[in-house]
Nanobody, 120 residues
Framework: QVQLVESGGGLVQAGGSLRLSCAAS????????MGWYRQAPGKQRELVAR???????AYAEAVKGRFTISRDNAKRTVYLQMNSLKPEDTAVYYC??????????????WGQGTQVTVSS
């Protein structure tokens, strides 16, 4: 019914850039909040950035100033532009969305994740 598909991950040298995309599809009336989380081996999944339907953004302190989240409501897609990447950014990045189905039922979903590896 609902699918979140991430793309754009890969291997990059420290200081490089990547742009992640997450495309949403399915019977959702509205996506209120979309965001990116990441999880490194042996670590808890953490919020990286989120953006509301109105364009309000929030970032983890570790990425603030380096990453930029944005969304295209018409395309139902959220992006994460990652600049000045550091080895500690290495993780699986997951797209998350919160919204409502037609009829008002709430939705919370995750994408399958995309690997980001930053080498020294």
């Amino acid at each position: 019914q609902v699918q979140l598909v991430e793309s754009g991950g890969g291997l990059v040298q420290a200081g490089g850039s990547l742009r992640l995309s997450c495309a949403a599809s399915g019977s959702i009336f509205s996506f209120n909040v979309m965001g990116w989380y990441r999880q490194a081996p042996g670590k808890q999944r953490e919020l990286v950035a989120r953006v509301t339907s109105g364009g309000s953004t929030a970032y983890a302190e570790a990425v603030k100033g380096r990453f930029t989240i944005s969304r295209d409501n018409a395309k139902r897609t959220v992006y994460l532009q990652m600049n000045s990447l550091k080895p500690e950014d290495t993780a699986v990045y997951y797209c998350h969305a919160q919204g409502n189905f037609y009829g008002g039922t709430s939705y919370n979903g995750w994408g399958q994740g995309t690997q980001v590896t930053v080498s020294s």
